[in-house]
């Protein structure tokens, strides 16, 4: 059986990994001159940066992503790290204090700062107990079967009733129920500007999903009552180092990958799969075909509307997309680590997450002064840069399209202004700089090869259903970021093993 993946993001390779293993003839082909999406580490000047993924969740030996990873046989072939971050707000900022403080350390750290809201987060953190146990128990069925699963089920089914009263509510709702104060509110809250989802629309259960406290100290040990916490890792030499092991898996089992080879139509006979059309015009016959990519010119450009119900169609033009993200990133010849303290730090200049929201899909860009993290990778990898030498990237989320200009006409004026905000926490950035490579959501669209770019696929939206993995066509599959599974690193790489069960099982 042959089948042909188009792009060699984290989902493509990952399917490619796992199809080529169970004696599948496969190739992937990319339209990009490097392989591995927004999973890829850039380079220029002996400096290299990530271009997507930051600290990840999924490592650990009972999450998922480390699961896949051992059934593909390469848990081993990289390094991950284990860290934490910070959190900045115009009022406070939250850093792991220097002698751990247990596990709910910045719940009795936001008493002091609101002490009307004690008791608020006493029921929060009750709420958030629950969510990780839920959270325990589903990282764990997709890798067990028979009775085990129906365990796991039951036991799930149990503990969700307890939250059950939560499951139509908006984050929005949810923090307003446990809190007052509107700055108590962003702290939960902050993290969904990075997905450009507005808390009135996102599902409030996924609140501690997106606040896990291991992501704030990496002390807290694993295992509570009733099962173990996500773990936060960085990839040693950055997240490229998962793109080669999972390549590596596809070529060492005879499988090819193409480069700068673009598709241009999946052919389809009597609605079953036939295979692709390259842009140069070759045609190659297969028996599958998994798409990963964005909707629009996956279903609407490859396939073709007359492929589609008029139900599929309205549900995709339905669907709402994150937004894109701009990116500075830098190579200096100082250490900035002593101003600050963690390899990546968000810093939130709004408390209305709403409001900054709603403008940027508008298309007004914020200049940085909404907000932007900076991540500063040689903390962890020194080999990202030359000897005393440090890279950094500078990240912000912005409009996929601008209200006034291009991304293009403008990047270089964004950049100093984004590098200008930067330096009122690392001074001496601009002056310190040595290399620069600026990444635009026009860049990303090239890249990836997207209609309109949305860094992270679709967003996060209560109601909001994504196309399935299986499509209409026969043999024809879709996979990735905008697909049923959603985002993430973990998220579209397991999408991709359980589009391969499927495919498996039939």
Not at 50 to 71: S, T, V, W, Y
Not at 113 to 118: A, G
Not at 146 to 154: D, N, T, V, Y
Not at 355 to 372: L, N, W
């Amino acid at each position: 059986m042959k089948a042909i993946i188009i792009g060699s993001g984290m989902a493509g390779l990952t399917a490619g990994a796992y199809l080529t293993r169970e004696g599948y003839e496969v190739v992937v082909y990319e339209q990009f001159s490097e392989i591995g999406g927004v999973t890829a580490t850039i380079s220029q000047e002996g400096y290299s940066w990530d271009i997507g993924p930051l600290l990840l969740e999924g490592f650990a030996l009972h999450e998922k992503l480390a699961r896949i990873l051992i059934e593909l046989g390469i848990y081993d072939k990289i390094e991950i790290i284990n860290e934490d971050r910070g959190q900045s707000f115009p009022d406070f900022q939250v850093w792991r204090p220097e002698d751990y403080a247990g596990p709910y350390w910045r719940r009795e750290f936001f008493k002091k700062i609101f002490p009307e809201e004690s008791e608020g987060l006493d029921r929060y953190y009750q709420f958030y107990d629950r969510m990780m146990a839920i959270a325990y128990l589903g990282n764990q069925l997709p890798f067990v079967k028979c009775l085990k699963a129906l365990g796991i089920k039951l036991k799930l089914l149990f503990k969700f009733l307890k939250v059950k009263k939560y499951k139509d509510w908006s984050a929005s709702q949810i923090t307003d129920y446990f809190f007052n104060e509107q700055k108590l509110k962003a702290v939960y809250l902050g993290i969904l500007a990075d997905m450009v989802v507005k808390p009135s629309e996102f599902f409030g259960l996924g609140v501690p999903f997106f606040n896990v406290e291991t992501a704030f100290d990496k002390r807290i040990p694993i295992k509570f009552q009733g099962g173990k916490y996500p773990v936060y890792h960085y990839i040693k030499n950055g997240c490229g180092e998962l793109v080669k092991a999972l390549a590596n898996v596809i070529t060492e089992n005879g499988g090819k990958i193409y480069t700068n080879s673009k598709v241009q139509k999946i052919i389809i006979k009597n609605n079953t799969v036939k295979g692709i059309q390259l842009e140069n015009g070759a045609i190659i016959e297969a028996d599958l075909v998994l798409a990963s990519g964005g909707m629009f010119n996956t279903f609407y450009n490859l396939v073709g509307k007359k492929y589609l119900s008029e139900s599929f169609i309205k549900n995709i033009e339905g669907i709402t997309l994150m937004e894109s993200v701009f990116m500075v990133h830098l190579g200096i010849d100082f250490d900035p680590s002593r101003f600050q303290k963690a390899a990546l730090c968000y810093y939130y200049l709004t408390y209305d997450i709403e409001g900054a929201i709603k403008e940027m899909r508008e298309g007004y860009y914020h200049e940085g002064t909404d907000g932007f993290l900076i991540y500063i990778p040689t903390m962890h990898s020194p080999e990202m840069a030359p000897p005393s030498k440090h890279a950094v990237t500078i990240y912000t989320v912005g409009p996929h399209k601008l209200k006034e200009g291009t991304w293009d006409d403008r990047k270089e004026e964004f950049a100093d202004k984004l590098i200008m905000e930067a330096e009122k926490i690392i001074p001496g950035l601009y002056e310190g700089s040595e290399t620069k490579k600026i990444i635009t959501p026009d860049d990303f669209k090239k890249r990836i090869n997207v209609v309109r770019h949305s860094f992270g696929g679709t967003a996060p939206v209560l109601g909001q259903t994504n196309p399935p993995h299986k499509t209409p066509i026969d043999g024809l599959w879709y996979i990735g970021a905008y697909s049923e599974s959603g985002g993430g690193v973990m998220g579209v790489a397991v999408g991709a093993r359980n589009v391969v069960r499927m495919i498996l099982e039939k």
